[in-house]
């Protein structure tokens, strides 16, 4: 579902919005439908360490069989951003949770493998990490010549992850 991807794009944003950034993943062996898990820090000041982290502020939650471990590090009162297509809910607990119908919105615009930029743009806007022309301007550095076919699905993906979030939040973009 493109979540390192995705992870990639963030860091790349948050970077060129003048961010410092770390950023780690963890997958395992299988090739496709299997956990996998990046790791984006992001701050204003410097950073020193490699980013293991205990405990997070945020989350970007793509399928709920993941879910009980993300849960256990989310901070009391912080926020996760879960993909409602494939888990209608989340348990609750001591944080807020934003269902976004990534899957359905990826589906509308064609492809539903284009969820992981849907709810990366809902995640950005959210929480505010990056900003929804950032992500785009990262995206097309990240994909490589023989994908650029996907750029404007991409892009019409983040943005439409984007106004979610606004819609949602009853912010305007």
Do not use: C
């Amino acid at each position: 579902q493109g979540v390192q991807l995705a992870a990639k794009t963030l860091a790349m944003a948050a970077t060129a919005a003048g961010r410092q950034v770390m950023m780690s993943s963890h997958y395992g062996g299988e090739m496709r439908g299997g956990q996998t898990e990046a790791s984006v820090v992001v701050a204003d000041a410097r950073l020193r360490s490699v980013p293991i982290l205990e405990s997070t502020w945020s989350a970007y939650v793509m399928h709920p069989r993941y879910w009980p471990g993300v849960a256990a590090r989310l901070r009391p009162g912080e926020v996760a951003v879960y993909n409602s297509t494939v888990a209608a809910e989340l348990p609750g607990g001591d944080y807020a949770l934003s269902a976004v119908p990534a899957g359905d919105i990826a589906a509308s615009l064609g492809s539903q493998m284009a969820a992981g930029f849907v709810l990366l743009g809902a995640f950005a806007a959210i929480t505010g990490l990056a900003g929804t022309d950032g992500l785009v301007a990262a995206m097309k550095q990240l994909v490589p010549p023989y994908r650029t076919q996907h750029v404007a699905l991409n892009e019409a993906a983040l943005r439409a992850g984007s106004d979610a979030a606004a819609v949602m939040t009853g912010a305007a973009r």
